[in-house]
């Protein structure tokens, strides 16, 4: 059966969109759905050890937001451009989205803020299409994005948080994402290690998140969205442990959907997961059979949006929307500061 874009449309006030996120961080509201029967309940975050046993294995994305946003200008005639970092390609080299007049391959960039013998310069490589463009930067630019680029926040969050690490997870390590795994943003050391002391095991994979996570589908047919590619890493130790938690029968609850489709990537057709790095174009529609996760914890999702998809091949979308129109009813708070769901 065609799936059309109206069926994953719901609707939601402005005021139900999350500017702040909560403090402290395990204090957000937290909706447990029971995917088999469709039972509900209401919690607070950090309670969420309640709904978990021991020996589950909960899989964190450890990437971390880069300040992806940099201000430059075309070398030869100043003209203004604004570049946001997708994805890096090696060292120098990156895919970004380039707003500005005819920024074609060959044009030199300056990145601004960076002048005389500290300069950063850029070349057009390649035409991607649309806004989207291959640069090589003249140094690595990881090192520099602190003093010089800005974190992208979504575009429904219309203020910068005070303190710019409440735009990353506790435990973000490894710098290259434009916006953040956001169903992680509700942990604390604290509560990470009180779930541990309880006996639920943790694992790490990285998935660097591209905008693809805030662009909406925009195809009739939701099938032919086209999703963009992903750099992803499961490490052997954490396909090692999936490995043993679906031995043991245990449950395997990916932290997010980026997560879900890290881990659900480096699966085989049997759910046997094996180390993996490299590019992911996975695009989970209703209809796809998990292979590898038994629950995920997630945020409310926008309308039209791939990860709406995915958590209603999950759970069933009548379910997931139905959940939605409660949360509403609730006061619950939505997007990427928002409260989260357990949907087990």
Sequence with gaps: MTMRLEDFEYSLPPEFIAQDPAEPRD??????????????????????????????????NDTRVIPARLAAVKERTGGKVEVLLLRRLGPQTWEALV????????????VAGAPGADRLT????????????????????????????????????????????RYQTVFARDPGSAAAPTAGLHFTPELIERLRAEGVCTAFVTLHVGLDTFAPITEADV???????????????????????????????????????????AAGEEGEVSAFMGDTRLYITPGYRFRVVDAMITNFHLPHSTPLVMVSA???????????????????????????????
């Excluded at 005819?102 to 300056?110: A, D, N, S, T």
């Excluded at 759970?315 to 929307?321: K, N």
């Design 27 to 60: 204090s957000s509201r937290l909706l447990v759905l029971d995917r088999g029967g469709g039972n509900i309940r209401h919690a607070v975050f950090r309670d969420i050890g309640q709904f978990l046993a021991p020996g589950d294995l909960l899989v964190f």
């Design 99 to 110: 707003g500005g007049k005819r920024v074609r391959p060959g044009i030199r960039l300056e």
């Design 122 to 165: 850029a070349e057009v490589v390649h035409d991607l299409g649309a806004s989207r463009r291959v640069l090589r930067f003249s140094e690595p630019v990881i090192p520099r994005l602190a003093a010089l680029g800005s974190t992208p926040l979504p575009p429904y969050i219309h203020k910068t948080p005070a303190d710019p690490e």
């Design 223 to 265: 099938e032919r969205h086209e999703i963009h590619a992903e750099w992803i890493r499961v490490p052997e130790e954490t396909a090692h442990a999936v490995r043993e938690t679906r031995a043991r029968g245990d449950r395997v609850i990916a932290v997010g959907t980026t997560s879900v489709r890290s881990l659900e990537t």
């Design 314 to 344: 999950f759970a069933g979308r009548d379910r997931i929307l139905a959940a939605y129109e409660l949360a509403k009813r609730e006061g619950y708070r939505f997007y990427s500061f928002g409260d989260a769901m357990l949907i087990s």
